[in-house]
């Protein structure tokens, strides 16, 4: 390897032998190290391979120009560490060495300690933020490795959870090292007894000047007496006189003695201050407390007036409920007797109504036997007609043919047909005019009978509406009172009145319906007559084709008696289903009647419940009464206590600040008379702190 070459050259012509790709990063660092005069290279904060560290390694076998190594939170592996070591165990350059962040564990370790062994040319050791103390093991391999190094002058172990056991290792290091001259221990979990051999071995050390143990759980005079040894170890060559050496450690005794002093003072003040403290906080909880229970007496005292004024209020209420019950009584009798004339009325009108179907039904069957006599008279006067014009028998042929196809062809051929035979059949037409007379009237009779049928139909409609509009304002009356009810009575009483109206409310939607079916029945009535209209003019229109269509008159005479009859059976069937509706509103009328005694009943236990619920309540009054007074009672004795402690706790104040002017003043005379009077002060404090405890 020549000497002349950089950092970078070197770390690219070792990448092109093995055939492996650089890392940018790494170049860029080493590239900016070519540039510094210092002999640092910084690789800190970059996620550095294995094969980068095995080159690395390779380069640093060699003495290259470098003094410190900074590889701080590189996060490397334990492998790839090891073989960095191991190229550097040989480097007599490096001077410096920092490895903090790595989350080193036992085989780093392990390399550390064979890299101390091997390397001793390397003065400082960064180690922070790694796990080094948590394998015992290897730790101790570390510690040996520590012990033969003669060149290490500063160690930095912060934060790697060196326990009591690791402490020990390192302490016998320390005893054995005799280069080392600064150790940074903070933050770790060495505790007592690793401080108490930490402190044996720094005084067997004469080397080590500067220590750093805190965050240990090591107590105070351990680490005074650290102190002490290592102001001998920094003092040992500065002075070369005993005596001086003499009296400069007194002085530091005696400073570290006023030290401890001034630490206890301030713990004691402390102590008071909080006692202190405590002692407010406990009288203001005590005073917060005492004014919540006064303000909860208040509001229980006027709840317990809100109490009594509601219950006025509701046995005012109940005595007003009691009014008003009475007077919907009397009102529910008056509605079931006007539901009596009402049903009797119903009954009346039924009876009426029956009779004039009767008359009606009696009038349409005179009706069809004269229509039935009429046709039989017309089909005689027709044999007559036939036989008169039996020499026009071939044209009436030709005529029916063409008349069975459509109407429009009847007339032409009719027409035409007059034409040719105007003076053959002027007889038969005179005799045609006077039977069309004939018909004329009777069917102005039969659209009047129609009209006199459609006029009694319509009367009854009208007259079933009105009985439906007389029971829905008797309905809407009931309902109206039911709500008066529901209003002013308890949920119950509001849930059986909503089925009630429920029920009322089917029942309109029943009634609506077979209202409708009525009108819908009426409709096909007028649509009936419209088709019974239609072919009265359909027969005007076949005037001139009576014969021919007679046998379709029979027919269409039949299925209007089948229709009439038909209809007949469907008035019939109207009529049982309103007295069956009339039966059914009966029975509900009835069903109210007991619903409206079963709410009676309700009325009553709901009247006892509140009683007893007014007697239960007022035994809890009572009850709660007991309790407040109770309470009172006990506040009381709570006030004497604290009352008590108060004065116990002023006259313990008084007695520790005498102890504490006592002391003061004696520790002045210490200053004037020397140390056997400060240790008959400290010995008096220490008296009146054991006589009167905090």
């Known amino acids: 390897m020549d000497s002349c070459e950089t950092l970078d050259v070197i770390y690219l012509r070792l990448c092109l032998t093995r055939k492996e790709e650089p890392q940018e990063n790494v170049l860029k660092k080493l590239q900016a190290s070519n540039f510094r005069d210092d002999g640092i290279v910084d690789l800190s904060n970059l996620t550095i391979t ?4 095995s080159i690395l390694a390779e380069i640093f076998r ?34 410096k060495l920092d490895l903090r962040g790595n989350n080193l564990k036992q085989l780093a370790c392990d390399a550390l300690g064979s890299f101390l062994k091997s390397n001793h040319f390397i003065t400082h050791l960064l180690l922070e933020w790694n796990c080094l103390g948590h394998f015992n093991n290897s730790f101790a391999n570390f510690c040996d490795g520590l012990a033969t190094n003669t060149s290490l002058g500063h160690l930095d172990l912060r934060n790697n959870q060196i326990d009591h056991k690791g402490a020990q290792e390192l302490a016998t290091a320390v005893t054995f090292n005799k280069s080392l001259k600064s150790l940074d221990l903070r933050w770790n979990n060495i505790g007592m007894s690793g401080g108490r051999l930490i402190c044996d071995a720094l005084k067997k050390n004469k080397t080590i000047e500067m220590l750093e143990i805190c965050g240990n759980d090591i107590p105070v005079d351990i680490c005074d007496n650290m102190e002490t040894s290592l102001f001998h170890n920094r ?47 406990a009288t203001s909880c005590s005073s917060t407390q005492i004014a919540n229970l006064l303000q909860t007496l208040e509001e229980r005292k006027l709840a317990m007036n809100t109490l009594r004024a509601k219950l006025d209020m509701t046995e005012a209420n109940m005595k007003m409920l009691e009014q008003q019950h009475q007077g919907k009584e009397m009102l529910v009798q008056l509605a079931r007797k006007d539901c009596q004339e009402l049903i009797k009325t119903h009954e009346n009108e039924r009876s009426l109504n029956r009779k004039c179907m009767d008359a009606n039904e009696r009038k349409l069957q005179e009706q069809l036997r004269d229509a039935e006599s009429m046709i039989s008279s017309l089909q005689s006067k027709v044999v007559d007609s036939e036989r008169r014009g039996k020499i026009q028998t071939e044209e009436i042929c030709l005529l029916r043919k063409s008349l069975t196809q459509t109407e429009c062809e009847y007339r032409c051929q009719m027409t035409t047909l007059e034409e040719r035979s105007l003076a053959e059949r002027k007889r038969f037409c005179e005799e045609m005019a006077d039977r069309e007379r004939r018909r004329e009237q ?66 309109r939607c029943q009634l609506d319906e077979r209202i409708r079916s009525l009108l819908d029945d009426k409709a096909d009535l007028q649509k009936s007559l419209a088709s019974t209209s239609g072919q009265l003019r359909e027969e005007k229109s076949q005037r001139e084709a009576a014969e021919i269509e007679a046998k379709a008159g029979r027919g269409s005479l039949s299925k209007v008696k089948n229709q009439i009859e038909i209809r007949q059976a469907e008035h019939e069937q109207e009529l049982q289903s309103v007295r069956t509706e009339m039966r059914k509103r009966e029975i509900n009328n009835q069903e109210e009647l007991n619903q409206v005694s079963e709410l009676r009943a309700s009325i009553k236990k709901l009247l006892a419940a509140q009683d007893e619920h007014e007697i239960k309540f007022r035994a809890a009054v009572k009850e709660r009464e007991d309790i407040i ?34 002391y003061m003043q004696s520790s002045q005379l210490n200053r004037s008379t020397g140390p056997q009077r400060r240790n008959q002060a400290s010995l008096l404090a220490k008296k009146t702190t054991d006589e009167n405890p905090l």
């Open 50 to 53: 294995a094969t980068t560290c």
């Open 62 to 95: 060699h003495d290259v120009a470098v003094v410190k190594l900074i590889m701080a939170d590189c996060m490397i592996s334990e492998k790839s560490l090891k073989s960095l070591l191991s190229g550097l165990s040989v480097n007599t350059c490096l001077r």
């Open 235 to 281: 003092n040992k060559g500065s002075s070369s006189d005993p005596d001086q050496l003499k009296v400069n450690a007194l002085h530091k005794e005696i400073e570290l003695i006023k030290k401890g002093n001034k630490k206890k003072i301030e713990c004691i003040v402390d102590n008071m201050e909080a006692d202190r403290s405590h002692l407010m906080y």
């Open 442 to 507: 009777e069917s102005k009779k039969q659209l009047e009978e129609a009209e006199l049928v459609r006029t009694c139909s319509s009367q009854r409609v009208n007259q079933v509406m009105s009985s439906k509009a007389e029971m829905q304002d008797e309905i809407m009356k009931l309902n109206k009172s039911l709500l008066d009810k529901q209003t002013e009575h308890d949920a119950e009483i509001s849930n059986v009145r909503k089925h009630l109206k429920q029920e009322y409310e089917l029942e």
């Open 629 to 662: 007074q109770d309470l009172r009672s006990s506040l009381q004795k709570y006030e004497d206590e604290a009352d008590r402690t108060r004065e116990e706790e002023t006259r313990r104040l008084d007695v520790l600040h005498n102890a504490l002017m006592n």
